[in-house]
């Protein structure tokens, strides 16, 4: 209701939105993978429908990302039973995944083709309305629904805050996770630029580690201490379902696949999902802190 809202030190954790192109109309069937809510909304209501009016659907997935593969992977599978079900990737990059290994990228690729999912590399949606999509080589794709899976695009909210935010939008922070223009302000995750490292990616494996030193600095800011900085590790472990039994992992510049890495990507997620219990979750992160702050000053840690 945009009602003036007061605070001590707030912490923006906006998160981000698929980008489509100016002035896209969208249709019945466009939609986006976040918010997720939302998305699975949109997914069960094309379930349905289809269930009840049987007939071909083709669904365009715009972004060959981790996501967009993922998704489409996911929804092939969900749909086998639709006849005449079928999708089209298209991807802006000459090759899928393309901030992981091109071994990444080609196993991905196998497991569209295998899928029965038509792969399109180098093609740039520009626009376009419900039933067609513009394409930058001046071509039109017929399609009857449209997810988008592209790159991570800021709040809008952020361009007119007030806070200092990149050409793109956004939230500018420093290595204290602290607004370059209000120190009094603390950002996370897919909304923000690191200042440190402007091309840090936006994944879930730095958002979770800049929750822990958020916590922290937060408390810090409030009593007026010296806040740590935020270290981004230098690879990630990703590890993405192919909806098939199996899951393609990567890590720096290795990957690979198999049944075994999902499995191993099924016990990390129940364990993180089983881990917010928040109470427990407070108690862990108050003893890291007391941890970093320990080993900064030298100094001995009790166990809690």
Known sequence: DRSAMSFDVPSLGLGSL?????????????????????????LERLEESLRQSPRPFHLAVVGGGASGCELALAMQRRFVKSAGFQQTLLQANRRLLPTFP?????????????????????????????????????????????????PAAPPEFLRTSGLSVDDNGFLLIRESLQSLSHPAVFGTGDCVTFLPQPTLPRNGVHAVRQGRVLFDN??????????????????CLCLMNTSDGQAILS?????????????????????????????????????????RRAVVRNLPVENS
Not at 274 to 290: H, N
């Open 18 to 42: 698929p980008a489509a192109p100016s002035g896209w109309a969208g249709g019945e069937w466009s939609f986006s993978m976040r918010p997720l809510v939302r998305f699975v909304q949109h």
């Open 102 to 150: 091109d071994r990444a990228g080609h196993l991905m690729d196998e497991k569209l083709q295998a899928a029965g999912i038509d792969v399109r590399l180098e093609t740039c949606v520009v626009g376009g309305d419900a039933g067609r999509l513009r394409l930058a080589s001046g071509e039109e794709l017929a399609c009857d629904g449209v997810l988008w899976a592209t």
């Open 218 to 235: 937060v408390r810090e800011l409030l009593h007026e201490r010296t806040l740590a900085p935020f270290r981004p590790q230098r690879n």
């Open 251 to 291: 890590y720096g510049s290795f990957a690979t696949k198999g049944r075994l890495v999902r499995r191993w990507k099924e016990r990390i997620d129940r364990a993180w999902l089983e881990s917010f219990d928040s109470a427990d979750m407070l108690r862990r992160l108050w003893s890291e802190g007391q941890r």
